[in-house]
């Protein structure tokens, strides 16, 4: 069965710089979360979106953006990288309301 | 606001053994899921085990079952016959069930704890 998919899998950026982490949803699943996981945390969620709209929004940086496209692949927009937002990002999509599939993970690393 | 608390940050079993890592959460919702999740040195988050908070009966998947207590706010999970690949970081998890139009669930975890199956 097909899987989420996260690109790039690995990323390494300096401070300051940009970075597109992307996303693409199991097939037909209309929802995708967003969640950042740092070094020995655990998940916390950044951003939803329900058919290409924001739906929530957690403690997310005002130096990052999101959006759902209309094939339902989602890119998380990243500005100023700071060293703290060294992470796993995961991507997990939805069909209905009650089951999150989670992506392999974008591992960022800022130096 | 939801909260999921984990408390034991290590735990260690034996190889075949029984094993039961402790979750508390604190909601006032009636409707909502929870769930565990494995993530070992991969870091690849999967799902173990899901509980719907109007069922009654605790949910069980293969080796892996649930004592899921709705008053206490308790939601334990237990693994038997452990097996070496059992080792990993457990992820108990909250969330809402809303079903409204545009309406996303969000999942709230606890700290995790991590489990190691000694040979």
């Known amino acids: 069965a097909a899987g989420v998919i996260q690109s790039p899998r690995h990323l390494i950026k300096e401070k300051r710089e940009t970075a597109t982490l992307k996303c693409y949803p199991i097939?037909?699943?209309?929802?995708v979360y967003w969640y950042q996981q740092g070094p020995g945390q655990d998940p916390q969620f950044l951003i939803s979106?329900?058919?290409?709209?924001?739906?929530d929004k957690g403690s997310i940086p005002d130096r990052f953006s999101a959006q759902q496209f209309s094939d339902y692949h989602s890119e998380l927009n990243m500005s100023s990288l700071e060293l703290g937002d060294s992470a796993l990002y995961f991507c997990?999509?939805?069909?209905?309301?009650?089951?999150?599939?989670f992506g392999p993970g974008t591992r960022l690393t800022v130096l | 606001a939801q909260t999921v608390t984990q408390s034991q940050p290590e735990m260690s079993v034996q190889e075949a053994e029984t094993v039961t890592l402790s979750c508390t959460y604190d909601?006032?919702?009636?409707?909502?899921?929870l769930f565990w999740y494995k993530q070992p040195p991969s870091r690849q988050m999967i799902l173990v085990i899901r509980?719907?908070?109007?069922?009654?009966q605790n949910a069980t998947e293969n080796r892996f079952s649930v004592n899921f207590q709705k008053a206490a706010k308790s939601f334990s999970l237990k693994i038997s016959d452990s097996q070496l690949g059992d080792t990993a970081m457990y992820f108990c998890?909250?969330?809402?069930?809303?079903?409204?139009?545009?309406?996303?669930?969000?999942?709230?975890f606890g700290t995790g704890t991590l489990l190691a199956v000694q040979p």
């Open positions: 097939p037909r699943h209309d929802t």
């Open positions: 998890a909250f969330m809402k069930h809303t079903t409204v139009g545009g309406a996303t669930n969000k999942l709230i």
């Open positions: 979106f329900y058919e290409k709209m924001q739906s």
């Open positions: 909601t006032s919702e009636s409707n909502y899921y």
């Open positions: 997990a999509s939805s069909s209905n309301y009650n089951e999150q599939f």
């Open positions: 509980q719907e908070a109007y069922k009654q």
